[in-house]
């Protein structure tokens, strides 16, 4: 069975430009959840889909934004991009939006911006 | 809100050793702890789930225990080889939130 797969794997972009990176789940999940993990700490928490709807938002700014497909796949856009926003962005599936499963992340999309 | 910490952040171990990570966390309503291993600039793979109900997991040389009240868990790991040479990251998914917390983990370096 294939595991969470994230598009592309390195991305390279200047500031002010726009980005959408891309998740598909594990077949059967319908939660994704996104993190951006910067380089020396953890990944901090972006959004949750769970059945198309947004379960839940960090402490982002407005610049972020996801959707969920009716697949279940998922999204993140991030607009009017910053250096700051360098990072590793990692999604996660998982079965139930919950917490009560066990959540299984991608590969991740290593996002530089110059 | 939740605050979660992993002391130390780089251990490095002869390799054959019997190690122990930990990570404590600040609020004990939770609906579970994950510990996750991470390669350079790579993503996360899970190691093992722990509900809240649930005093211990183990998978193969790895165990984990779970002190809710106290707000710690432990990753043991037996017989330490150079594969495992990897960070480390405990996360927990508190009650009423939407989400995974994360520790700022522990790099482990098993020296050959």
């Known amino acids: 069975d294939a595991g969470v797969t994230q598009s592309p794997t390195h991305l390279i972009k200047t500031r002010g430009q726009h980005v959408t990176l891309r998740c598909s789940p594990i077949?059967?999940?319908?939660?994704v959840s996104w993190y951006q993990q910067v380089l020396g700490q953890g990944p901090q928490f972006i959004f949750q889909?769970?059945?198309?709807?947004?379960?839940g938002r960090g402490n982002f700014p407005d610049r972020f934004s996801a959707r969920q497909f009716p697949n279940y796949s998922s999204e993140l856009n991030v607009n009017a991009l910053l250096l700051g926003d360098s990072a590793l962005y990692l999604c996660?599936?998982?079965?139930?939006?919950?917490?009560?499963?066990?959540?299984?992340f991608g590969q991740g999309t290593r996002l530089t911006v110059v | 809100k939740q605050e979660v910490t992993q002391i130390p952040a780089a251990l490095s171990v002869p390799e054959g050793e019997n190690l122990v990570l930990n990570c404590s966390f600040t609020?004990?309503?939770?609906?579970?702890l994950q510990w996750f291993r991470q390669d350079p600039g790579k993503g996360l793979t899970s190691l093992l789930l722990?509900?809240?109900?649930?005093r211990e997991q183990t998978s193969g040389r790895l165990n984990a225990s779970l002190d809710k009240s106290s707000g710690r868990s432990t990753l043991y790991i037996a017989a330490s080889q150079p594969g495992d040479s990897a960070t480390y990251l405990c996360?927990?998914?508190?009650?009423?939130?939407?989400?995974?917390?994360f520790g700022t983990g522990t790099r482990l370096t098993i020296i050959p």
């Open positions: 996360a927990v998914w508190s009650r009423g939130n939407e989400k995974l917390t």
């Open positions: 889909y769970y059945e198309k709807e947004e379960r």
């Open positions: 609020d004990s309503a939770i609906y579970n």
């Open positions: 996660a599936s998982s079965l139930a939006g919950s917490g009560r499963t066990e959540a299984f």
């Open positions: 077949s059967g999940h319908k939660s």
């Open positions: 722990i509900q809240s109900s649930q």
